[in-house]
């Protein structure tokens, strides 16, 4: 059914006069920026990466740490702080685990990946 016509309207109030805009605050009109679902998962696998990863960084340092005091120890080192630098390697390598591990950029990727898998849909 097809329906036509014409008609007219008195104007009365308009913008911030009007009773829509005197019902609503100033916080209605904000555009919430809400999380997808895929979003929201991999926020989640992320975070869980990232758990797991503190915990195997901290076990290695912990673990060498612990290994080269007691080299130290057994070898007879003069100084404490003969082995600095090998302490300071132990950290080092503490670092660029949790940096190679922590994909803080997973979401891009997976944004991307979704966004060019779509344009092969069509």
Do not use: H
Not at 104 to 117: N, Q, Y
């Amino acid at each position: 059914m097809i329906m036509s016509g014409s008609g007219k309207a008195v104007v009365c109030a308009v913008g911030k006069n009007t009773r829509v805009s005197r019902n609503q605050s100033m916080g209605d009109l904000l555009i919430k920026n809400e999380a997808t679902f895929l979003e929201d998962k991999l926020e989640e696998s992320v975070s869980q990466i990232s758990k797991y990863a503190m915990i195997v960084a901290s076990l290695v340092v912990v673990t060498q740490f612990i290994y080269m005091t007691i080299l130290l120890l057994v070898t007879g080192a003069d100084s404490f702080f003969a082995g600095i630098g090998n302490y300071a390697k132990i950290i080092i390598i503490g670092v660029s685990i949790l940096l190679v591990s922590i994909p803080e950029g997973a979401p891009l990727a997976a944004s991307i990946a979704m966004a060019l898998s779509t344009s092969k849909l069509k």
